[in-house]
Nanobody, 122 residues
Framework: QVQLVESGGRLVQTGGSLRLSCAASARTVGVYSMGWFRQAPGKEREFVASISSSDKTVYTDSVKGRFTISRDNAKNTVYLEMNNLKPEDTAVYYC????????????????WGQGTQVTVSS
């Protein structure tokens, strides 16, 4: 069972930047697609970004041009660089593994981490 641990979330002002990290307990980052999701209070978990084993990336429209997903296979870690943050980005951010390929659906992902809280103040 692969374990994922997210970190890097904190309180930041509007327009600020953060880099989230997702460390895997096993060698999965360079083998499978990885994804970031977020869940705001009272809302469903939504797709944010994903990266395939061949470095293909997909983003939800609301973060295009502001967020960048990347990975370091040697460190078995996936990152989410977030710039120009907005209050609507406030949520708990989760990472997960897609053993089946690229997808934006949460049901296709496994091994969810515990999440890291990102709060953007206005």
């Amino acid at each position: 069972q692969v374990q994922l641990v997210e970190s890097g979330g904190r309180l930041v002002q509007t327009g600020g930047s953060l880099r989230l990290s997702c460390a895997a307990s096993a060698r999965t980052v360079g083998v499978y697609s990885m994804g970031w999701f977020r869940q705001a209070p009272g809302k469903e978990r939504e797709f944010v970004a994903s990266i395939s084993s061949s470095d293909k990336t997909v983003y939800t429209d609301s973060v295009k041009g502001r967020f960048t997903i990347s990975r370091d296979n040697a460190k078995n870690t996936v990152y989410l660089e977030m710039n120009n943050l907005k209050p609507e980005d406030t949520a708990v951010y989760y990472c997960a593994i897609n053993f089946g390929g690229m997808s934006t659906g949460a049901a296709d992902f496994r091994s969810w981490g515990q999440g890291t809280q990102v709060t953007v103040s206005s």
